[in-house]
């Protein structure tokens, strides 16, 4: 049951809440199937936690037929621990776990001294024998006062069916005599065991792996990434979902929000794999805003960063073939240009049923160096909107993958100061500039991806990326290491 921490992966599991849609940046989906895959995992680790078991010292006083004695089992622990089937499912009220059939061997051992004189007393061992266990669990969390999942059983019940008593050893068959009595004790005490040790087991580990989970990643020098839950999460019948803030901030600035509202995702339906993500556009909206903020989109162009071989270079001589004015002013002069993004709207994403469209503004300035001058002069200033397509892919080690590839480019001017700029001709330059220097700039600057949340010990199996209208979704199957967290058990 330490693996109903897993249940939770990058999200958590609870019982209250509603089923609406709310505002959120990113959202997290646990299916059934998940959930089973989690209760496989974690049956070794409950079971090594059942070999631990013990029970409390049992002492009383009982008539037999030597007279009035006073009993006492003592060091009552498991020798062997088998446990039978098992379920798990969601429901509107939390999560639910069974198992049946569990049977449990136990030694003690016993002793005895006669009330009356000559105080008669003997000692032996005890072997117990419980069969036809059933325990049954409710698993809740909530989310304590700074946003943190916290798990916890409101419900246990433990119930043994037959449980037997052998006593070995000096007098034993006076014990065996009134075995009956002695296991009605026992049983009482190892159905209390058995609750509390679940409980213990599963609120120490389950918190232990939840700690894990991510409340914001840090991804470079600029930006971080803040998966603070929005809400309770919240349980269906087939799945455990779990709704994040999904945003963007400035690393100097952690507190500063982007000036866009998240979308209402949907839940999701019919679902059958292990775990899904939704990412809004407002996510990706916010990543370019806070890069625009830090600097990160702007690009600066000199001369010696042209590739050899292109048909034009940045100097007045060659622009000034499309633009004479340029050449006629400033004849034979070098060009910089420098590239800044807008800091309103720097990149707006466009997420349909089949595909992605990312939209990056610019203002491109146009300077030229003139000889014996130690500043630049701007001639001109253009609008760039650049279109491109925006595949995305997953990584085993749960990175979201990004790829630009040109589709457009729409071209307005801003500023001239030599005079009027017909931006038809210049069409084809900048597609060639967009396509081999801007976007491979680009994608080698998102080229790392970055992490979705998870709990340690998580990887992604099998997974695919799948387009809806104004979010896109992950969804695949994982699988988990939990001796990360649990190396002390063997799997």
């Not at 939770?8 to 997290?28: L, S």
């Not at 213990?200 to 470079?220: C, F, R």
């Not at 801003?414 to 967009?434: A, Y």
Request: some cysteine.
């Amino acid at each position: 049951f330490k693996m109903i921490a897993f249940v939770v992966i990058a999200a958590v599991v609870v019982v209250c809440g509603g089923t609406d849609a709310i505002p959120a940046g990113f959202q997290a989906t646990l299916t059934n199937k998940g959930i089973d895959y989690a209760r496989q995992v974690a049956i070794p680790i409950l079971q090594k936690d059942l070999e631990s078991l013990s029970i409390p010292d049992i002492s009383g006083d009982a008539d037999t037929p030597v007279g009035h004695i006073d009993y006492s089992l003592t060091d009552i622990k498991a020798k062997s621990v088998n446990l039978g089937t098992s379920s798990i499912a969601t429901s509107t009220s939390g999560i639910s776990a069974s198992i049946s059939g569990v049977s449990v061997g136990l030694g003690a051992d016993w002793k005895y001294r006669e009330k009356a004189w000559p105080h008669v007393k003997d000692h032996g061992s005890a072997d117990i024998s419980a069969s036809s266990i059933s325990l049954s669990i409710n698993i809740v969390t909530s989310l304590s006062s700074t946003n943190e999942p916290q798990i916890a059983i409101n419900q246990c019940n433990s119930d043994i069916g037959h449980l037997d008593i052998k006593f070995h050893g000096g007098a034993s068959w006076l014990y065996n005599l009134f075995s009956s009595l002695v296991a009605d004790i026992v049983k009482k005490e190892l159905n209390k065991e058995l609750c509390s040790l679940i409980e213990t087991s599963l609120v120490s580990a389950g918190n232990k792996a939840l700690s894990s989970l991510p409340e914001s990643v840090k991804l470079d020098a600029c930006s971080l990434i803040d998966f603070e839950f929005l809400e309770a999460p919240v349980t269906s019948s087939s799945y455990l979902l779990t709704n994040h803030k999904g945003e963007f901030f400035q690393v100097s600035k952690p507190k500063q929000e982007s000036p866009f509202t998240p979308p209402n995702l949907p839940n999701p339906t019919n679902p059958t794999r292990m775990f899904y993500i939704a990412l809004s556009d407002y996510l990706f909206k916010t990543a370019g805003w806070v890069y625009a903020q830090c600097g990160v989109l702007d690009f600066y162009i000199k001369p010696s960063d042209v590739p050899s071989g292109w048909p034009v270079s940045l100097s007045t001589q060659s622009i000034g073939k499309l633009l004479p004015n340029l050449e006629k002013l400033y004849p034979d002069m070098p060009m910089d240009l420098w590239l800044n993004a807008s800091t309103t709207l720097p990149l707006d994403v466009v997420i349909s049923d089949k595909s992605a469209t990312a939209n990056i503004m610019f203002v491109m300035y146009a300077y030229v160096d003139p000889p014996k001058s130690n500043n630049l002069t701007e001639v001109f200033a253009l609008g760039l909107n650049v279109s491109a397509t925006a595949e995305a892919s997953v990584s085993a080690d749960h990175y979201l993958h990004m790829n630009l590839t040109f589709l457009d480019v729409g071209i307005s001017v801003v500023n001239t100061n030599i005079g009027k700029i017909d931006v038809n001709v210049l069409d084809s330059v900048i597609e060639l500039f967009c396509k081999k220097i801007l976007l491979p700039g680009l994608n080698k600057a998102i080229g790392k991806g970055f992490p979705l949340p998870t709990i340690d010990g998580v990887s992604f199996v099998n997974s695919q990326v799948l387009f809806n209208p104004g979010y896109l979704v992950v969804d695949t199957d994982v699988s988990y290491n939990p001796s990360i967290l649990f190396p002390d058990v063997n799997f």
